[in-house]
């Protein structure tokens, strides 16, 4: 199957930005005020769709919104048309579109482009990772002199003592904390050197699926809180980190903390 270049990709993301570029939007609930749904980002996952399968016509599609859930092809877009959706209806410049391109079990490409701030962030495997045309690379931060996104799990607030644990905990030993509000763009600051480590417990692989080829492009350390490989098909949590060193440290509290509950 033939395959798009990046700068295909990156054209049709920063098209599909100028669906975001209204304040005419509408806000529906998908699971209560915590978990919403606003028509851009039903307008920017249907563009994004169908231009990408103009491109790959056998290619899945595994989206946030709609159930779109098609994992079964040898390469799948994994979209989250507005990473920060409540930040995004808010007009907070934290929201992101995201779009990653999956082959068989690992991450080809992935851009996450935040429209209100104008960057543009992509990776393509093996070729490094970039903000508007400058490479990037994790910072070289030691764990005591770093700064830790995260959140607490909005959507699953029985486990928010757990996760405040793992947090302070961290804070003890880190610098300071950070809380953007959207998982791709905080991951992507992480791969620049913005900050160094970053924790969330539960996630769906759109939020993290083009940010995690940029975390790893950029010489970074992402997995799955247990440390296995972030799973790109399922629902999990992310531990990331600028090094291996940092990222075992996050590592083992969220070890200790997820044993002390259970």
């Not at 899945?60 to 919104?65: A, D, K, P, R, W």
């Not at 992101?96 to 851009?111: Q, R, S, T, Y």
């Not at 913005?194 to 975390?215: G, H, K, N, Q, T």
């Amino acid at each position: 199957m033939n395959t798009p270049s990046l700068q295909q990709i990156i054209d049709i993301v920063k098209e599909a930005a100028g669906l975001m570029q209204t304040d005419a939007f509408e806000i529906s609930e998908k699971e209560g005020f915590a978990n919403i749904v606003t028509s851009s980002d039903v307008a920017v996952q249907d563009f994004l769709c169908g231009r990408l399968k103009e491109l790959m016509p056998d290619s899945g599609f595994l989206c946030e919104e709609e159930d779109m859930w098609d994992t079964s092809h040898e390469y799948t877009w994994i979209i989250d048309p507005i990473d920060g959706t409540a930040n995004y209806s808010r007009g907070i410049a934290q929201c992101a579109i995201c779009v990653g391109l999956k082959h068989n079990e690992d991450m080809a490409m992935g851009v996450v482009y935040i429209p209100m701030t104008g960057e543009m962030f992509y990776a393509e495997q093996g070729k490094g990772a970039f903000l508007n045309g400058r490479q990037i690379h994790v910072s070289d931060r030691p764990f005591e002199n770093s700064l830790l996104c995260t959140a607490l799990p909005v959507y699953h607030k029985e486990y928010a003592q757990m996760c405040s644990d793992i947090i302070v905990e961290a804070f003890g030993r880190c610098n300071d904390i950070r809380r953007f509000g959207a998982c791709a763009p905080e991951l992507c600051y992480l791969a620049m050197g913005r900050c160094e480590l970053y924790f969330e417990y539960l996630l769906s692989p759109w939020d993290y699926a083009a940010a995690s080829l940029i975390v790893t492009e950029a010489g970074g350390t992402i997995t799955a809180t247990d440390g296995s490989p972030v799973k790109l098909t399922q629902k999990g949590g992310v531990i990331a980190a600028n090094n291996a060193a940092n990222h075992k440290q996050m590592a083992d509290i969220v070890a200790e903390k997820t044993r002390s509950t259970n």
